[in-house]
């Protein structure tokens, strides 16, 4: 059994989340997926709009997720040490070096292989730019740039 593990924030679930784990998901047998800890994702990205145990249990119902877990709040390598993956799935914009988190998860007693996936043709649709177009459509006002 191969056993993937996919990272991220998983804000405001768009597309783009969805082709991700798709193709995680196609790298072996079992797919985990780390949600990242509302510190990490204010650290690394922005404040999150969705509290970390909904956005767990909302990756989790997704059909090519078998379970989703939190991540840590101190050490991003401790889930990696406890879930054991044989893959890890990198989005296209995370930013981690590919090379140095096998190095890292070996040094660990972990031997993965770290593979990155591409974009979703239609990158439109990142949670940023989701906010922007609501952000745009409020400062336009009712029945103005609905379109």
Known sequence: MVRVMAT???DLLHPGH????NEARK???ELVVVVAR???ARRLKHEP???EHIRREMVEALKPVDRAVLGSTTDIYQTVVEERPDVIALGYDQRFDEKEVERECERRG???RVVRLGPLTHDELATR???EHILQRARAGPGE???
């Open 38 to 40: 509302d510190q990490t």
């Open 110 to 112: 972990v031997r993965v």
């Open 129 to 131: 730019r989701i906010v």
């Open 18 to 21: 969805l082709f991700f784990l």
């Open 49 to 51: 709009y969705v509290p």
């Open 27 to 29: 790298l072996g047998d």
């Open 8 to 10: 991220g924030v998983f």
């Open 145 to 147: 740039g609905a379109g």
